[in-house]
């Protein structure tokens, strides 16, 4: 069984770590033949909104996944932003209502290499990672720009389609023969459409940050080891 760790921490706390996620997901997004894509900016690593959850190998710490939760502010656009606001400039007007009071974010930059495809790393449990941080801390409402193999994923997480922007949600991004889907969690403290098993995980961890569980993937079982505190001592 493979072991792994998903490890939360601030991005400016760790640069090092931000040059290994940025890395790591460059060599992914090349196997596809995306080399322009907003998650390769590494203006997020100095960005102090910006967290970030890596997957490493329990054996080794050889870089297995990760991603980025990222909080809207005046100093750093959302990444869906970009990427959306070349063809539709509304997703600006969309984030400033959400942000208007509370706090607004996107799950981004999610990845995982191919060693561990099929456990569900990169899709599932670092979803769920994200928006524990997320109710953590107190963000209202959660974007993500999902390709057409998370947008499931997504749904039972609690995301739903943005269908206000774009062609009924959908884009062709980052390539114009692929397509992404504006996704939005319209209420990460209640979680209404997420299923069942998927508040329950996310209800366990805002008690208990830090665990290790057996977790099944499509391909078989994984032992992770959570640290979702953002607690520097326990890290």
């Known amino acids: 069984m493979i072991s792994v ?29 995306i080399t ?14 910006t967290y970030v959850v890596l997957v490493e190998s329990k054996a080794d710490g050889r870089l297995f996944g990760g991603a980025r939760l990222q909080i809207a502010d005046n100093e750093l656009m959302l990444p869906i932003e970009e990427a959306v606001g070349k063809v539709d400039a509304k997703i600006h007007e969309v984030i400033r209502q959400h942000s208007e009071g509370q706090m607004t974010a996107e799950l981004c930059g999610l990845w995982n ?53 774009g062609n009924d949600g959908f884009f062709n991004y980052p390539k114009l023969d692929l397509v992404a889907t504006a996704m939005v969690i319209r209420d990460v403290n209640e979680l209404s ?41 326990h890290s």
């Open 193 to 233: 459409h997420a299923t069942e098993d998927n508040q329950l995980f996310i209800k366990e961890f805002d008690k208990t940050p830090i665990q290790s569980r057996v977790e099944k993937g499509p391909k078989g079982e994984l032992m992770v080891e959570y640290n979702l505190s953002l607690d520097k001592e």
């Open 113 to 165: 290499s191919r060693e561990v495809a099929g456990y569900g790393i990169g899709s599932a449990y670092l979803t769920k990672a994200i928006i524990v941080l997320a109710r953590k801390l107190k963000v209202k409402s959660l974007f993500a720009l999902c390709a057409p193999a998370t947008v499931r994923m997504g749904g039972r997480a609690g995301f739903v389609i943005e269908r206000s922007l």
């Open 36 to 49: 322009m894509i907003t998650s390769n900016k590494a203006l997020w690593t100095s960005h102090p909104n």
């Open 5 to 33: 760790t998903f490890r939360a921490f601030r991005a400016t706390d760790e640069p090092e770590s931000c040059a290994r996620f940025i890395e790591g997901h460059r060599k992914v997004l090349e196997i596809y033949g």
